[in-house]
């Protein structure tokens, strides 16, 4: 298997995820609330693992190890683009978070900015996806040998692995410091 395989398939999950928070934004519209618990999976989903288990195995890997190919323009700045475009989903579930915040605590005002970021993040991952998929992962394997790919390909699984502690871990040291 090549080693954006694993990346194509998170793809389909994060799809998934974003048709669920595209039915709660219908939701929203014709109920006027929120379902708070679904968004805060939505939040950790996108936190664990759009962000650290697949931006963290494109950044941390596949990213790392392509700078150090001679990489043709167009594919550096696709590249910066996909960086730049991480930091921004961030900042955006970042501020999802802080309106899912509010309304739960009764600023029911708050339900407009969960629109208009949940909107953001609806309208932002299909794009994003489609750059990677369409535009960016074949061209780049080109860079790497059969052999790389395999490394790249085991470091991924090995990245994998560790995320479940990682997240918990997390959990029960929040916990403890309340
Ligand atoms: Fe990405
Ligand atoms: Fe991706």
Redesign the pocket.
């Known amino acids: 298997m090549k080693p954006i395989g694993p990346?194509m398939w998170?793809?389909r999950l994060i799809e998934r995820m974003v048709s669920l928070l595209n039915r709660e934004l219908k939701s929203i519209d014709t109920n006027h609330m929120a379902d708070v618990d679904l968004i805060s999976t939505g939040v950790d989903f996108f936190r664990t693992y759009a962000d650290r288990t697949?931006?963290g195995k494109?950044e941390d890997i596949l990213f790392r190890d392509l700078v150090k190919k001679p990489l043709s323009q167009e594919h550096t700045r696709i590249m910066n683009e996909l960086i730049a475009e991480h930091i921004y989903a961030r900042k955006t579930v970042g501020a999802l978070v802080d309106a899912k915040n509010k309304y739960k605590d009764g600023d029911s005002a708050s339900l407009k900015d969960i629109v208009k970021y949940l909107k953001e993040l609806i309208g932002f991952y299909p794009v994003?996806?489609e750059k990677?998929d369409k535009h960016f992962f074949f061209p780049i394997l080109d860079y790497f040998s059969r052999q790389e790919q395999d490394a790249m390909l085991q470091e991924f699984w090995d990245f994998d692995r560790k995320l479940i502690h990682e997240k918990y871990q997390k959990i029960v040291d929040g916990l403890e410091n309340r």
Request: charged share 35%; hydrophobic share 20%; glycine share 0%.
């Open positions: 990346l998170e793809h697949h931006h494109e994003h996806i990677e």
